[in-house]
């Protein structure tokens, strides 16, 4: 485990089953908040902020993600749900959520998750690497390293970079006219 506890904020309902993936958390290091509605992970967030996020997709996880974005509050946010319909985890993940957890939660996949963000918050950022170099260089190197990490898939690497599919598009007809090699579709 990374010597860095990441602060977890948890958006669901007081007693459910989604609570024990707090005591999972904590069980793994971190810094463990909960809310039971959106406005109170808001508030939260606005305050306090958090390095990921957890929420019950009951809750309305979109319209989360949509406030969240809408008042540019940051943190990366894992749906999570019990039995639900694949739509919503489907919507969830179009909405701006990083993946889909199912509950009950597992030890294994809570740590997982937990491990991960952790590892990212430890690595540094290499800011030093891109000085010298226009925002149009390094823009164009973030869109074809993600769709290289995406294996080509426009639609990921889309929104991994918080882009729409058609400004992707146009960003890579304008490199292959270019002459610049992209990854072909997926």
């Not at 459910?16 to 808001?42: H, K, P, Q, Y």
């Amino acid at each position: 485990m990374s010597t860095h506890s990441i602060s977890l904020l948890l958006v669901g309902i007081e007693g459910s089953e989604f609570r024990l993936a707090a005591e999972m958390a904590r069980a793994n290091g971190a810094d463990v908040s909960t809310a039971d509605t959106v406005d109170a992970a808001l508030t939260h967030l606005r305050t306090h902020g958090a390095d990921l996020v957890m929420i019950d997709i009951c809750l309305d996880a979109i319209s989360f993600l949509e406030r969240m974005r809408s008042e540019r509050l940051s943190a990366p946010v894992i749906a999570c749900g019990i039995d639900a319909p694949a739509r919503l985890a489907v919507a969830a993940i179009h909405a701006g959520a990083r993946d889909y957890l199912p509950l009950p939660p597992e030890a294994e996949l809570i740590a997982a998750a937990i491990q991960t963000f952790a590892n990212r918050m430890a690595a540094p950022i290499e800011i030093e690497a891109l000085v010298g170099h226009t925002v149009a260089d390094v823009e164009r190197e973030l869109i074809l390293q993600t769709l290289e990490r995406c294996h080509g898939n426009r639609t990921s690497a889309s929104t991994i970079l918080g882009i729409s599919v058609r400004t992707m598009r146009n960003k890579l007809r304008t490199f292959i006219e270019a002459g610049i090699p992209v990854s072909p579709a997926a």
